[in-house]
């Protein structure tokens, strides 16, 4: 028997990188996935390889969570979210408007699909996984408004777990490193820019740093939502699980 079976399981952010790996190993697993957010050719993609159904949305917008939610009809076991966005920024010139967008999207939008759901999820119990950041901890100079926005969702997340543990609902925060997705291709392209490298360069100098020597690929960090929706995870709850690959160590003098 799959992990999920009988599950029906809600992901945001599943056009691409780690909503899209997990919207698939859920699917996977046996869950009825709905795939919701934005890049309808890409989330058209990802539901068809997964075998769900497409809720094209953001998470901004209450009218499209709502709409996410009423197609999970009756049930809904497992809420994954995984919608976010970067703009690099410093604290000295991040602009009102980067920095409301940036929380609307990660924080708010978070905040917003798990207040949707939790009446469907306390019927039954359920699990809950907010992707978060190890910038949520070790915030870059160039990464204000998204670490501050990563640091508030675990905040939530734990306030989630406690409030509603009570009712069968587990709510964890995955915290990823560096992974190999379109968001951090965009980075390395930045980053490049800014120093007249290459994305590549940059790319090996990022993973200079990290302990295993690589990013993640999406398929790592969807294996551990996995994990913390299933019922191997039934006494985890208000934790948050670092993925990094080593990558708060202090590697940065590590041989080559």
């Known amino acids: ?62 009218t499209d969570i709502a709409k996410a939610i009423d197609a999970c009809g009756a049930r809904l076991d497992i809420v994954v979210n995984a919608a976010g966005l970067i703009v690099p920024d410093q604290p000295a010139n991040v602009s009102d408007e980067v920095w409301a967008k940036t929380l609307d999207v990660n924080l708010t939008g978070t905040m917003r699909v798990c207040r949707a759901a939790l009446p469907l999820l306390r019927q039954r ?49 995955v915290a990823p490193g560096w992974v190999r997705t379109p968001m951090s291709d965009y980075e390395m392209r930045l980053l490049a820019e800014q120093n007249g490298t290459t994305p590549e360069a940059e790319c090996q100098a990022v993973e200079r740093r990290i302990a295993l020597g690589r990013m993640a690929n999406p398929a790592e960090i969807a294996a551990c939502c996995l994990f913390l929706v299933s019922d191997e995870a039934s006494f985890v709850t208000g934790a948050v699980l670092v993925a990094d690959g080593g990558g708060r160590a202090p590697t940065q003098n590590r041989a080559v």
């Open 125 to 173: 119990g359920g699990a809950i996984v907010n992707i978060a950041s190890v910038a949520a901890f070790n915030a870059s100079p160039d990464s204000a408004s998204y670490a501050a926005s990563k640091a508030a969702v675990v905040a939530y997340t734990r306030s989630l777990a406690y409030a509603h543990g009570a009712d069968g609902v587990r709510a964890n925060a």
């Open 1 to 62: 028997m799959a992990r999920l079976d009988g599950k029906t399981a809600l992901v945001t952010g599943a056009a691409t990188g780690i909503g899209r790996a997990t919207a698939l190993l859920l699917a996977r697993n046996g869950a009825d996935v709905l795939l919701f957010g934005l890049g309808d050719a890409e989330l058209a993609a990802a539901a068809a390889e997964s075998g769900g159904q497409a809720i094209p949305g953001d998470v901004t917008r209450v």
